[in-house]
């Protein structure tokens, strides 16, 4: 079982920055047939995926509005996924949340179903 922590959210001016954390732990598995994901929900609106990554390869996947401004990256330990938030916007105020499944980047892609281990969740609030 697959456990996860995220940490880093918090209070943002529009333009500003956060970097979020997740503390991927597998006591029993080793992750690196493994894709982490960050997820993230507004109010009154249905969770939507964010950033992606492979532990295995890094390969990585954006969604679009985030493109360009969101970095995803894992350190080499493969213990700790990181989601760097450069130009923030208000749109982007949101509960984030980290999120693992078994198989390849392109599998995990086409299903958003798979991951079935989650954290629960920082909050990230863009405000002035």
């Known amino acids: 079982q697959v456990q996860l922590v995220e940490s880093g959210g918090g209070l943002a001016q529009p333009g500003g920055s956060l970097r979020l954390s997740c503390a991927v732990s597998a006591p029993r598995l080793g992750l690196d047939y493994y894709a982490i994901a960050w997820f993230r929900q507004a109010p009154g609106a249905e969770r939507e995926p964010v950033s992606c990554i492979s532990i295995r390869d890094g390969m990585t996947w954006y969604r679009d509005p985030v493109k360009g401004r969101f970095t995803i990256s894992k350190d080499n330990a493969k213990t700790t996924v990181y989601l760097q938030m450069n130009s923030l916007k208000s749109e982007d105020t949101a509960m984030y949340y980290c999120?693992?499944?078994?198989?390849?980047?392109?599998?995990?892609?086409?299903?958003?179903?798979?991951?079935?281990?989650w954290g629960p969740g920082t909050q990230v609030t863009v405000s002035s």
């Open positions: 999120a693992s499944s078994d198989g390849a980047l392109w599998r995990v892609l086409k299903d958003w179903n798979r991951f079935d281990s």
